[in-house]
């Protein structure tokens, strides 16, 4: 079964510094895709990156970059030169491209930017 | 606005009334996804649709809760003799086809909260 963890509830970081939101998951599949939203306070869900199971290049776009490590199972977020309208929760996201197209969400992290 | 409708945004019912909520995805998108997320939870999948098709009811309760996405108008989530549990935002996400690999695209969620 498919399965994502995030294991830190909140983080912290200070505004302009870079700062990483973990996230692993377990499937059994070779095909899948990992994905990353935003819910910032007013609730709406926000694609930020994918990347898909056979990728060999991290993702990117812009500030937002996925540090993929197959082996390991992870896809952690790393938001560069963080701003204080990055403060939200974020939620890591994994679809079985085998098992259709729903998508399975972890548990999310709320980050707080500090001026 | 293209992009994915949900109505009602609030909506505030007794224990024991019915709740409807509806989803008209996004234009050229046939593919629907009902999430509940929970205070301070992640987003639970619920049910899969296409049109006239339920594809995957894997998270959808056993009883009280039915979904249809009919040929013409938009999905909707039915919620009967509704209680306290039962208040959560209802995400709908929408895709446009089979075998569609990349992100869902949410809606801004439905609120509900019984009374």
């Known amino acids: 079964a498919q399965k994502i963890t995030q294991t830190q509830p909140g983080m912290f970081v200070q505004e302009k510094e870079a700062v990483t939101l973990d996230c692993t998951y377990d499937t059994s599949d070779q095909s899948y895709g990992l994905f990353w939203y935003k819910q910032p306070s007013s609730g709406e869900m926000i694609f930020l990156i994918y990347q898909g199971s056979y990728d060999e290049q991290n993702a990117t776009e812009g500030r937002y970059s996925l540090n993929f490590q197959k082996a390991r199972k992870s896809a952690n977020l790393v938001i560069s030169a963080s701003q204080l309208g990055d403060s939200a929760m974020y939620f890591c996201?994994?679809?079985?491209?085998?098992?259709?197209?729903?998508?399975?969400f972890g548990q999310g992290t709320e980050l707080s930017v500090k001026p | 606005n293209a992009g994915v409708m949900q109505n009602p945004r609030h909506l505030v019912r007794r224990r024991g009334q019915e709740a409807r909520l509806r989803c008209s995805p996004m234009?050229?998108?046939?593919?629907v996804y009902w999430y509940r997320q929970l205070p301070e939870e992640g987003l639970k999948f619920m049910v899969y649709l296409q049109k006239e098709n339920i594809i995957d009811e894997s998270g959808m309760p056993k009883e009280r809760f039915s979904a249809e996405f009919p040929k013409e108008g938009p999905s909707i989530l039915r919620i009967q003799q509704v209680v306290r549990g039962d208040s959560a935002a209802y995400f709908c996400a929408s895709s446009p086809e089979t075998g569609y690999t990349g992100e869902l695209f949410f809606g801004e969620g439905s609120r509900l909260t019984v009374l």
């Open positions: 234009k050229g998108h046939s593919h």
């Open positions: 996201a994994m679809r079985d491209n085998n098992q259709g197209g729903k998508l399975i």
